[in-house]
């Protein structure tokens, strides 16, 4: 296959939103194919019909539009495409690497008990490999059985797990076509990864024995098989097998959660893959440098922490411009997201540009971003939290009715100006700028974190700073 253009492919089941583990495999294979010049196709395997959903092929595109993950032509339909399967499973059939197993359900789980009696792992015995045609029994729909190799070996060259081999007497003769004419999984994904023109299958390292079965098709239809990269599951933080207690949540929680879909790409990239003792890169790095030998064998290891880190990392490092567009595709998803949004003024939404450098410096997520960015748009008289209700005594109080007064006097409205006259302020009443800062804040945001007070001053603006303080002074 040397020399043809590199061709991956991410494969989802819509049964469910896109969880943690199948956004890094597309990652990887999204990688891999900027880093090559190929391509990467999206195929939706939705042959159970049961259990797929209209509602979670939508989370799935929207998971990959969000993580910045952008697919070539259109997403194919695994359903639409049973007829090709049929096709191969005839031609399996025709040149006797498939048959027809009339063995009722009775039979199977006798076979599959005695199996386990005998300390055998359970699997078909292979008894209709053989059965003359005319044998078959009236009225049962036949299932079509692969008629796999029973001596020798299967290896799998791959590219992160090394050669692994596979007992052919340890594979069984798995069923390509159910008697309702459905084709498997197996067979499936065989017939459409080489009708796609897939070269490299990147997937989890869980679909080894799965690699096994489906080059023995290939091999049957006389097709060559693609490369394959079987890379390490991801387990929590403990080292056991990841959970939703860890982190395997849909996408979709991540973002409700406030994180960047930057600093998600290359988190994820760091799950089983390195290059150097590098932790962080732009989407640009990633590419130039992403190759299947970078990709480990070890399970990663999940980390909220860490994740929460390198969010942080990403929201300081952004444009306050960059972040606050961020931010406002963000909003509608976001817990406090929506009412903050409907507060949003033009004129809030300028205060909230000009305080970003120091609601950034404070957070980690876009929640927090939010949290900190309440004041901005909470309606007057503020409510105060448990703690800034506690600064704002009847001292505290007289004390803010005087500084209301002295900073009405201020000709020009400014952070210099204002800390000016603060300080001043201070020192007259024989304060510690902090007994003075602290109420100020409590005030001003209804909480005791906030920017720096002369920020939240200007920001705010003199109406509504000044408002805001005799809300909360002894003179209201």
């Keep these: 296959m040397s020399g043809t253009p590199v061709v991956t492919r991410f494969a989802p089941s819509p049964t469910g939103f896109l969880h943690i583990g199948g956004a890094r495999t597309a990652l990887f294979n999204w990688l891999y194919a900027r880093h090559t010049g190929g391509k990467m196709l999206l195929r939706i395997e939705d042959t159970d019909r049961a259990r797929s959903t209209d509602e979670a092929v939508a989370a799935i595109l929207e998971g990959l539009k969000w993580l910045g993950l952008d697919w070539d032509g259109e997403p194919v339909s695994q359903f639409s495409r ?14 006797g690497n498939a048959y027809k197993c009339y063995c009722s359900r009775e039979e199977l789980d006798a076979m599959r008990e005695k199996a386990m009696a005998e300390g055998k792992p359970p699997r078909y015995d292979g008894r209709c490999r053989h059965r003359a045609p005319d044998d078959a029994p009236e009225g049962i729909a036949p299932v079509i059985r692969f008629r796999s190799p029973e001596e020798g070996e299967t290896l799998i060259d791959d590219k992160v797990q090394g050669e692994v081999t ?15 004419g459905t084709p498997t999984y197996n067979l499936s994904v065989v017939v459409d990864d080489h009708d796609m023109g897939v070269t490299h299958i990147i997937r989890g390292v869980d679909h080894l024995t799965n690699s096994a079965r489906q080059s023995q098709i290939y091999s049957a239809l006389g097709w060559d098989v693609p490369v394959m990269a079987h890379i390490p599951l991801i387990h929590g933080p403990d080292g056991a097998k990841l959970s939703k207690r860890h982190g395997a949540l849909g996408v979709e929680a991540y973002r409700e959660m406030g994180y960047l879909p930057q600093a998600m790409r290359n988190y994820l990239a760091r799950l089983s893959w390195s290059h150097g003792d590098d932790e962080i890169f732009s989407t640009q790095q990633m590419i130039e440098w992403f190759d299947l030998p970078g990709i480990g064998k070890s399970a990663a290891r999940f980390d909220f922490a860490k994740l929460e880190n390198l969010n942080g990392h990403y929201m300081r490092a952004s444009s306050d411009d960059e972040l606050l567009r961020e931010l406002e595709r963000s909003l ?13 003024t033009p004129g809030k939404r300028d205060a909230l540009r000009a305080s970003m450098t ?10 927090e971003l939010v949290a900190g960015a309440q004041y901005l748009v909470a309606e007057r008289p503020l409510a105060l939290d448990e703690k800034a209700a506690g600064l704002l005594g009847s001292d505290a109080r ?49 909480t005791t974190t906030s920017p720096g007070i002369f920020d939240v001053l200007t920001v705010l603006g003199r109406e509504e700073s000044l408002g805001r303080i005799s809300d909360q002074s002894t003179t209201n």
């Design 82 to 95: 049973t007829d090709m399967h049929k096709e191969a499973v005839d031609a399996l059939l025709a040149s």
């Design 166 to 180: 596979f007992a052919n007497k340890d594979l069984d003769d798995l069923i390509i076509l159910r008697s309702d």
């Design 332 to 344: 509608p998803h976001l817990p406090q997201g929506p009412d903050f949004l409907a507060r949003l």
């Design 358 to 367: 120091g609601l950034k410096e404070r957070a980690k997520t876009l929640n």
């Design 398 to 446: 007289d004390m803010l009715s005087r500084l209301h007064d002295a900073l009405a006097g201020i000709g020009e409205w400014n952070a210099e100006t204002l800390e000016e006259a603060v300080r001043l302020f201070a020192e007259k009443n024989e304060l510690k700028l902090g007994k003075v800062a602290q109420p100020l804040r409590a005030a001003l945001t209804g």
